[in-house]
């Protein structure tokens, strides 16, 4: 399946408050960086959580994509960014 992601938005509560209240998946950066990637039953809760979420508070940036199959594709995401990182997680799921 081909992600549709938004575009990145600011990593704020002004964008946290537009997102729709349904399932999805989420990754969050700084400085060129991932810091998170995760799947929700609520982007918006999920995102306006983050905010103030430990090491993940610290992203400037987030996009995201709205699809029932957010388990599913979380997983598969991971998978994909260890195998470009050597194994590792992004910062914020070490």
Do not use: V
């Amino acid at each position: 399946m081909d992600i549709a992601w938004s575009e990145w938005l600011d990593f704020n509560s002004e964008q946290a408050s537009k997102l729709p209240e349904s399932p999805g998946i989420y990754m969050t950066h700084a400085a060129m960086k991932i810091l998170y990637i995760g799947g929700t039953t609520n982007l918006k809760k999920s995102i306006t959580d983050a905010l103030t979420t430990s090491c993940i508070c610290d992203s400037k940036r987030f996009r995201y994509f709205a699809t029932e199959k957010y388990d599913e594709l979380s997983k598969n995401l991971l998978i994909e960014y260890k195998e470009k990182h050597g194994g590792d997680l992004p910062k914020c799921m070490s």
